[in-house]
């Protein structure tokens, strides 16, 4: 092989693995991120990216607890109604200085990268989209330990509660 062709080559896969260490770690943070607001109970509310602002089971209790029960209903279970803890989420956003009328999308997005997007319409809905963390009185557990929290949105309108969302770390606002 020429020696011009050997170093275009080792240059391209010199920069190649550059490229890939880079996603692998900014991958890597993401992931840590992720695990450490699990681990603290913490959402993160993000707008354009970048966090405005985290809340914590305290806050978030403070917003106004309420229990009510909902049915849940999925792909292979018959509807069954369960109990649960917790708060309206346009309060909680309202509490931590979110004026929903001032945003499109409500993106909730989950450790396992599920994501639900809601319309301020929807977030305005009164007695409908509920973040909880609680069921029948328990705490809701994380993915790791079986579990469906340490929060969870339910959508008590949603029929087959396929935007009912677990595992829930952070909420993105878009205008
Ligand atoms: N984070 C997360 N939330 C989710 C899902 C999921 O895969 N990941 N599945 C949805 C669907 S399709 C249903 S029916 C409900 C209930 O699912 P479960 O019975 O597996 O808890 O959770 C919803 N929320
Ligand atoms: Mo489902």
């Known amino acids: 092989m020429k020696k011009r062709n050997i170093i ?3 240059t391209v896969s010199i920069i190649l693995l550059i490229i890939v260490a880079v996603f692998a770690f900014l991958n890597a943070g993401n992931v840590r991120e992720k695990k450490n607001l699990e681990e603290s109970k913490t959402i ?3 707008s354009g990216g970048i966090e405005i602002r ?3 089971m305290e806050f978030i209790k403070s917003a106004g607890e309420k229990d009510f029960s909902a049915i849940m209903d999925t792909s292979d279970s ?3 109604e369960h109990y649960y803890t917790g708060v ?3 309060n909680a956003l309202q ?3 979110v004026d929903i009328g001032d ?3 409500f993106s909730v997005k989950a450790i396992d990268g599920y994501v639900v ?3 301020k319409e929807e977030i305005a809905d009164d007695d409908n989209i509920y973040i909880v963390y609680k069921e029948n009185g328990k705490d809701l557990g994380t993915k790791s330990s079986g579990g469906r929290g340490p929060y969870q949105v339910i959508v008590r309108k949603d029929q087959f509660s396929m935007r009912w969302c677990k595992y829930v770390v952070e909420i993105e606002l878009s205008k």
Do not use: R, W
């Open 8 to 10: 275009i080559i080792s």
């Open 44 to 46: 993160s509310i993000k």
């Open 54 to 56: 985290k809340i914590d």
């Open 78 to 80: 018959e509807p069954q």
């Open 88 to 90: 309206p989420l346009k």
């Open 95 to 97: 509490k931590a200085g």
């Open 103 to 105: 945003y499109k999308m």
């Open 117 to 119: 997007a809601f319309n």
